[in-house]
């Protein structure tokens, strides 16, 4: 869990950002209910390379340059973390990895990160996925620093197939998210639902598991009408995300058990967002001990139910696909809730209210919003 500079700065970033960011973790209490990662994405980097082929911190948007950073964030009880691609250049054209991963390990190390988000634009040299992803895993692995490894292939090779063997922490599993529901176009990237069809599509809640996940992409919630955080006016077919598809957006990222990284300028968040960020029952499905990932039970046009198994039961998630309010209902044998006896406890984690059900589970809907049941068996 962190937050990532990319959805809410893109290339603009400055060190000034990542410092806002930081202080803006601290006093919103994000950094004590998990956001603990600071990274940042691509556009760091000065253009060229040093004599050693070591990276370069832009001189004018970085000036005090990376470990002083690193330092910065970790004075405030939080990581750093930094982003290269396994290619010759990063997708916004800086210089990368590829060939020189040793050199950067090290450097990276050095500097005090804590997180390496690695790409995958540039020229590859002929060589494949697997194979250079590997030479920055066994980089990492030989520095005297532990550091998270996320793997960012888009899903193009399948990385969950050997993602993990080569010492990653997580793989992305598709293209990237964008802040609106449905692109309809693969091109311009996916909207939040266009991902959640993706991941149902691709069926790979079996290479998920504790020290390894599936990532659907860094959080786009915030960067909608309710905050003003979108880089560029919506084009044809982005729109930002409402109040309700912010809210189901996250209840999915949760009930994915995917790594959670905000994404929206954290300064002057809005209350009602850090809520949602912040939401205990549903970070907790998140964060659960499991480490599984969510799936579908059920899917029409209309109305889909979702659950993910978590140590003391399960969550359930019914999410209006129409565009009319509607009652969903299931039934605990028809998803993932370990059934046992004939009671099971049942928490809303929106409302936060409780009751007991003998086994349906049903809520009324508005549409695409997403009903959300921490559900466990009464003892
Ligand atoms: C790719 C990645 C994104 C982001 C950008 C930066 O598109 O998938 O997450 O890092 O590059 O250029």
Redesign the pocket.
């Known amino acids: 869990m962190g937050w990532n500079s ?1 959805n809410a700065h893109s ?1 603009t970033v400055t060190e000034d950002d990542v410092r806002a960011a930081a202080d803006a973790l601290v006093e919103t209490g994000l950094r004590d209910a998990g956001y603990e990662y600071v990274v940042v ?3 760091w980097m000065a253009d060229g390379t040093d004599g050693a082929g070591r990276l370069r911190a832009d001189p004018d948007d970085f000036p005090s340059g990376m470990a002083a950073l690193a330092d910065y964030v970790h004075d405030r009880g939080l990581r750093f973390g930094l ?1 290269s691609s396994a290619g010759s250049h ?3 054209g800086y210089p990368a990895s590829l060939g020189r991963e040793r050199t950067h390990a090290e450097q990276f190390a050095d500097w005090g990160v804590d997180y390496l ?1 690695y ?3 540039g020229d590859h040299r002929g060589r494949d996925a697997v194979d250079r992803y590997a030479a920055m895993g066994e980089a990492l692995a030989a520095v005297d620093r532990p550091i998270v490894y996320s793997i ?1 292939e ?1 899903g193009r090779s399948n990385p969950w197939e050997w993602g993990y063997n080569v010492g990653g922490h997580c793989w ?1 599993v598709t ?2 998210a964008v802040a609106t529901w449905h692109t309809g176009d693969d091109e311009f990237g996916l909207g939040i639902a266009d991902i959640v069809d993706r991941v149902a599509a691709l069926d790979i809640a079996a290479a998920q598991a504790p020290g390894g996940w599936n990532d659907p ?2 959080l786009q919630v915030g960067n909608g009408p309710d905050s003003a955080q979108s880089q560029h006016e919506p084009t044809d077919i982005e729109r930002p995300l409402s109040t309700v598809e912010n809210r189901t957006h996250f209840a999915f990222w949760c009930l994915l058990g995917a790594p959670l990284f905000v994404g929206t300028d954290l300064t002057g968040v809005s209350d009602d967002l850090l809520d949602l960020l912040t939401n205990e029952h549903l970070l907790a499905i998140d964060q659960d001990p499991l480490g599984l990932q969510g799936t579908p039970d059920r899917r029409d046009p209309t109305a889909e139910v979702w659950s993910k198994r978590l140590a003391d039961g399960a969550a359930v998630a019914l999410w209006n696909r129409g565009a009319e309010e509607r009652e969903i209902r299931t039934h605990v044998d028809d998803t993932s809730v370990p059934t046992a006896g004939d009671r099971y406890t049942v928490r809303d984690c929106w409302s936060g209210e409780a009751w007991e059900t003998h086994g349906t589970l049903s809520g009324t809907v508005e549409p695409r919003g997403t009903a959300v049941f921490r559900v466990s068996p009464v003892q």
Do not use: E, L
């Open positions: 990319w290339c994405d691509d556009c982003y990063t997708c916004q988000k790409d995958n634009c960012c888009w992305r293209d990237d992409d860094m």
